[in-house]
């Protein structure tokens, strides 16, 4: 690629020379998978470069490539669904490309194109060795007419894609790109990609961390819950494409803490953006979202690098670093860790179903997460003040328990005060604590009495 990004593909069967050769690569991937790390790859399918080959030649009217890419002798002057120029000039036409003129989009109503990235995607599936693939920007692979994004044809076209991959690789994993609301997502799971990107709980991670207001995270996991099959959807809080979280939350320790724990906790497929978990800083332009990640603070190229990075590092390294973070149980990148590992340990957390408490008007963001062998509660007070006994009760009309049962504190504040089951298996008037401290997290596993 000609770009410092990458998404404009000019080669689609060779590792970037900036980060070695195939063979490097090769070599990550056994070394990855002896330790038993699975590495998916972004797959860049909805355009390339200008500087790509197949563009280069498509260029020329009566090129065979000529139909590779979207070409108009006129300029047919409609915009896209931003507002922005998707018909861009050149000599020899005008060409759709839907991000900018360097990145046109190709056209797979042409079954040439389609057969070139199945081959591609074989290539980093067999002779790479990957084990899945992000899959970019997938909401525009076909347009039809002025019809831009989530189309018919787009959708038919990702079906086939997956019982491809699929055949070539069973366990080969997917994760879309469709940046638009949860009933369009929703539509790309299932038999298009394995699980794909939830934008709308991403947004309110942040939204009740900054306002301390638990109904907005909870009123949206409930109707992501609702929509999609289980657990099939991505989890994140920022990406590279937007101002990174602890910026957004105007470098807030606290909230940056719960928004992990809801992230962490809760159902789908958590993915956690580079230096989010140290409180890197940074906003638009995207460039400066994309720094060095700080691995110490005691030079200038943060254990990063001993050359010259293409961008320095933020400013604040001497403030925010692993090495600074590593030994202190109360920062951020050991909340992180800790979640992580409670998540690794129990299935509850990791695949089971979710169900919503009821707790207090505003403050209180409370769940169970349950399996069939494993029952967890979640309290996650994203608010700047404490909440006292008299101001909250848990309040669970039905739900997976059964019987009398303890409490066991897996994280926060300790208590083994356990609730009254009722006859449908919830409880009501459950009090854990006498009072949840401002921006807290506590997980308590609900085991059956005796055990």
Known sequence: ?????????????????????????????????????????????????????????????????????????ENPNYRGPDGQVVWHSNPSGYYYGIFWSGMPDLNYENPEVTAAMYEAAAFWLTEMGVDGFRLDAIKHMIEEGEGQQNTRSTHDWLEEFYTFYKEVDPHAFTVGEAWTGTQQVVDYTGDEVDIAFQFDLALDFINSAKAGLAPLVAETQQEVYDAFPLNQYATFITNHDQNRVMSQLD??????????????????????????????????PDEDIRRPMQWTSTDEMVGFTTGTPWRP???????????????????????????????????????????????????????VRHTANETILVVINFNRNPVKAENYSLELAAGPLVGPVTAVTLFGAQTEIAPEVNGDGGFSGYLPFEEIPAQSTHIIQLLPAGE
Do not use: C
């Not at 600074?324 to 860790?337: F, I």
């Open 1 to 73: 690629s000609p770009s410092y990004h990458g998404y404009d593909v000019t080669d689609y069967f060779q590792v970037e020379p900036d980060y070695g050769t195939n063979e490097d690569f090769k070599r990550l991937m056994e070394e990855a998978h002896a330790r038993d790390i699975r590495v998916i790859v972004d797959l860049v399918m909805n355009h390339t470069s200008v500087e790509h080959p197949w563009f280069i030649e498509s260029q020329e009217p009566s090129s065979e490539k000529r139909d590779w890419y979207i070409w108009a002798d």
């Open 251 to 284: 470098g807030d320790v606290a909230k940056a803490k719960v928004a992990a724990s809801a992230l962490l906790t809760g159902p789908g497929v958590p993915f956690v953006y580079y230096g989010e978990e140290i409180g890197m800083m940074g906003t638009k």
């Open 313 to 367: 590092p933020f400013e604040d390294y001497a403030e925010r670093s692993v090495a600074l973070q590593d030994d202190d149980p109360e920062s951020l990148l050991n909340h992180y860790r800790a979640l992580i590992h409670l998540r690794n340990e129990h299935e509850a957390l990791r695949v089971g179903e979710w169900t919503l408490v009821q707790a207090d008007r505003s403050r209180l963001y409370v769940f």
